[in-house]
Nanobody, 124 residues
């Protein structure tokens, strides 16, 4: 079992940066691929990016590629989402997710463990 707690959300202006954190608890966290998803009002939850268990491999949605960066510090049991050049369309609740196994995917159903989410609001 893995428990995930996100933090770092807030209200920012377009063009600003924000860093989200996801702290994990559980024995096997350091071996789990992790991901960030987001859900805007009235929309489904969508993939933002993912990172392999050792941080050696990352993947991003086209909408955030070049602006967002995922990293992890397994000693601190934390995964980060650095968000730069934020746009109003990035406004959403951001969730981190985890899965045991070799690698994660881009679908919500690929991840059994989820945090409670943190709100990010970008004003124009």
């Amino acid at each position: 079992q893995v428990q995930l707690v996100e933090s770092g959300g807030g209200l920012v202006q377009a063009g600003d940066s924000l860093r989200l954190s996801c702290v994990a608890s559980g024995r096997a966290y350091s071996t789990y691929p992790m991901a960030w998803f987001r859900q805007a009002p009235g929309k489904g939850r969508e993939f933002v990016g993912s990172i392999s268990w050792n941080g050696g491999s990352t993947a991003y949605a086209d909408s955030v590629k070049g602006r967002f960066t995922i990293s992890r510090d397994n000693f601190k049991s934390t995964v980060y989402l650095q968000m730069n050049s934020l746009k109003p369309e990035d406004t959403a609740v951001y969730y981190c997710a985890a899965v045991s196994g070799v690698s994660g995917g881009r679908r919500v159903g690929d991840y059994p463990y989820w945090g409670q989410g943190t709100q990010v609001t970008v004003s124009s």
